[in-house]
């Protein structure tokens, strides 16, 4: 109790205190301490203003004085002025996008319109890549946040470095990473700047660039510098090498192979292809060389063994040592390895130009006198060997022709020289052979994929059946097989409705807004299917009715076409559809929504889905827009069917097949709304392996719908007639629809009727 009434009273005197002599000793301390840290704050907000003062004396001297007048305002604060000035100066909303956009492009063109020659260059290249990267992705524009596009500019940059070889085997390895959108632009640039730091500089070379890899006597740059040297040396009469050799006083080293005046590298006898044309061999001398290396005399086997290891080393790049022990097996022999490096083989090219293919991690055996290529390496790079009749090549993963396998000595041979046959002399070989030879090889057969189709946004609009305007911009991601030439209309220029005449006639409609029914959301591929009738006019081969079943999950759709709507007709075409699903894609649905037709007219349809355990979602009476998913898709169909007639100007009662080719189209026409991915993607990649990339459709085969075709006659086919060499051997018809990406479905007018053609 006392210690508390203590207490208090000091807590009284220090309240009751006029003057620092009032307080108790407790509270002078705490006056003391409390002081002590005012003095420290005060002088840490003096020394802040008087730097504020210097910064803004600063920005008033460097600022533009009508600027300045305008924008600062001294009852302001420092923040005031230069939020002011951002607001003034700062690029806003569109502005900065297309300055992003540009400088974005314009960056990545530089290396394909200039190489970059040097480390340096490029490692300044990549530091304001990364900048411009950040900025676009800033802005969010969309070649710049996804994976598969940033990284296929960026290798495509970087294939004019000296990092050509690295980046061309990175992008092998990283393709599945950018694929699904993972690879992070941090990663990619560590992985660069590694390699840059790993690589080293190139070097200039006067006449031919590094050459092959190859376990035998000569470099490029003997082949090169010294070429006419040993010509020089075994002329008997040169006068002024020997009033050289006077004033030297000292002769050259003799060559302990044959004993003649010249270096043991320079020597003809044991590097024959130093050899001169006109060089005359001596069977005394040879005879001599052969006995010296068998005895070893002098040690010139293992002074020739040496000069051959240097001359290998020269050959790889990168070379480091191998650990001690590393040995290769060679039958029953250790064969050790002698190091690690990189190393670049020339393969014929399909024209016979020389193609190159570096190897990473070589190892080295200077005691082995032939090369091998691990073919299952090659095989987890992507390459694969093409054996099929009349060809003998290595292909990439997409077909596409790599280089030429020659068959020799019943071995199969990627680059054959002979045991002293220099790089340099291989290289001017092939490339003399660019203009005389004719191309062996084509990159695309009947064999191979078909070569991706070109052409520009208005050509590929037509193509896909008039598809909405910013479809285009993905089609090349989302679809194999399409090049589309320039780049793809933005903004006012883009294909819109408006621009397309055959659009604006075609899908002129109503806003309808349609909301969509419970647990569509959830629902996988296959699991809801909508049903919808349309009646039309009477068409080709009697058809009245179309019926379009839509997968909601996906928007993947059907078409059956029918001459009458009846309850077994509908019953059989159901049966069939669900048959399908079943068989092809181990799929059972689940749910089926559709208007009241089936309901109150065709009941018997109606129990039998049931009986299949299916649930029956029939919409509200006089309510088809409670059918929304499948009334939208068979709309879009609609519309998509007449605007292709109009464009190529068919008659109407062809319906039946321009909405099965609308339907075909529709399936591979990436939509916004589903993340810029084809119904045919979505659906096909619910039964496939993850990253599989079969499952986006292959478009190589499309063409302008309604354009001209010529197809060849049944005799022609059938090799009829043959004696009839003047006989037309096509008709010409238009194309109307595909059947896969190998038929296609072509009218003839003059008969009336659809044929199917393949190719």
């Known amino acids: 109790m006392d210690e508390d009434y203590r207490a208090r009273e000091d807590d009284d005197a220090a309240i009751l205190a006029q003057d620092v002599a009032d307080l108790s000793e407790k509270g002078l301390r705490v006056y003391n301490a409390l002081w002590t840290n005012y003095e420290h704050l005060s002088k840490r907000h003096e020394a802040l203003k008087k730097k504020v003062s210097v910064l803004q004396d600063w920005i008033i001297e460097t600022v533009d004085q009508p600027l300045a007048r305008h924008n600062f305002n001294e009852e302001e604060s420092l923040a005031d002025w230069i939020k002011s000035i951002h607001e003034e100066f700062s690029l806003v909303g569109e502005e900065r996008r297309d300055k992003a956009r540009r400088e974005y492009r314009e960056h990545l063109a530089k290396p394909h319109r200039s190489r970059l020659a040097t480390l340096k260059s490029t490692r300044e290249w990549i530091t304001i890549w990364r900048d411009a990267i950040n900025e676009a992705r800033d802005v969010d524009l969309q070649e710049a946040k996804e994976a598969d596009l940033w990284f296929k500019d960026l290798v495509a940059a970087l294939r004019a470095s000296p990092l050509e070889s690295w980046i061309n085997a990175y992008a092998v390895s990283q393709r599945s990473s950018a694929q699904v959108n993972t690879l992070k632009v941090g990663e990619a640039l560590a992985a660069i700047r590694l390699a840059i730091s790993e690589h080293p ?84 001398t040879t005879d001599l060389v ?61 024209d016979g130009s020389p193609t190159y293919l570096t190897l990473y991690n070589v190892a080295l055996c200077t005691a082995l006198t032939t090369n091998l290529v691990s073919f299952s390496k090659l095989r987890k790079r992507g390459y694969w060997w093409d054996t099929k009749p009349g060809n003998n090549c290595l292909r990439r993963a997409d077909g596409s022709y790599l280089g030429e396998v020659e068959e020799i000595n019943g071995q199969q041979v990627l680059e054959y020289r002979t045991s002293y046959e220099p790089a340099a002399t291989v290289r001017a070989a092939l490339i003399a052979e660019v203009s005389s030879k004719p191309r062996q090889r084509k990159q695309h057969t ?57 659009c604006g006639t075609a899908k002129a409609h109503r806003l309808i807004r349609r909301a969509p029914r419970e647990a569509t959301a959830r ?33 993947y759709s059907w078409d059956y076409y029918l001459t009458e709507r009846s309850t077994p007709t509908l019953r059989s075409m159901i049966q069939s559809f669900l048959r399908m699903l079943e068989v092809q894609y181990s799929i059972k649905v689940k749910v089926i929504e559709c208007d009241n ?129 003047q006989a037309p051997r096509a008709w010409i018809g238009f194309l109307i629809g595909y059947t896969s990406s190998n038929s296609f479905r072509i009218w003839n007018p003059l008969q009336k009727e659809i044929l199917t053609m393949r190719d």
């Open 523 to 555: 629902a996988r591929p296959g699991d809801r299917i909508a049903i919808d009738f349309h009646p039309l006019t009477l068409g080709y081969a009697g058809y009245t009715s179309v019926c379009i079943l839509t997968d909601r999950a996906s928007g």
């Open 201 to 284: 500089e190139p070097t200039k070379r006067p006449r031919v660039t590094h050459g092959a890899f190859f376990t035998a006597e000569g470099t490029e740059e003997d082949a090169d510098s010294d070429k006419d040297t040993p010509r020089k040396e075994h002329k008997r009469k040169q006068p002024p090498k020997k009033k050289q050799r006077r004033e030297g006083g000292d002769r050259p080293a003799e060559c302990p192979a044959c004993q003649r005046s010249h270096p043991l590298d320079k020597c003809f006898h044991v590097f024959p292809h130093l050899r001169p044309a006109n060089f005359k061999i001596s069977q005394r």
């Open 290 to 350: 052969r006995q010296r290396i068998d005895d070893n005399a002098d040690g010139v086997a293992d002074k020739i063994k040496k000069i051959k290891m240097e001359k290998d080393t020269k050959r790889m790049k990168s070379l480091r040592a191998a650990p001690i022990g590393d040995f290769l097996w060679s039958g029953t022999t250790q064969v050790p390895i002698d190091g690690y490096g990189e190393a670049r083989i020339i393969l014929k090219s399909g």
């Open 446 to 502: 009947s064999w191979t994929h078909r070569r991706p189709l070109k052409g520009d946004s208005l050509t590929w609009h037509r193509r896909l059946g008039h598809p909405g305007p910013e479809v285009l911009r993905y089609l090349t991601t989302a679809s194999r097989g399409v090049r589309i030439k320039g780049d793809t209309p933005q903004g006012p220029q883009r294909i819109t409705t408006v621009n397309c005449d055959a």
């Open 597 to 725: 037709e089936i309901i109150e007219i065709h009941t018997r349809v109606a129990d039998d889905i049931r009986e299949r355990g299916i649930i029956c979602e029939p919409s509200a009476p006089n309510t088809q827009a409670q059918n929304g998913g499948a009334e939208r898709v068979a709309a879009v169909i609609i519309e998509k069917s007449r605007a292709m007639r109009i464009a190529a100007k068919l008659p109407a009662y062809l319906w039946p097949e321009i909405m099965k080719a609308a339907t075909y189209l529709y399936n591979r026409t990436p939509s916004l709304r589903r993340d810029r991915k084809t119904p045919y993607e979505i659906f096909h990649s619910a039964s496939r392996e993850p990253g599989d990339p079969t499952a986006k459709p292959d478009l190589a085969h499309l063409r302008s719908y309604g354009c001209k075709a010529f197809a060849l006659t049944a005799d022609t086919q059938l090799r009829r007639k043959r004696l009839q060499k």
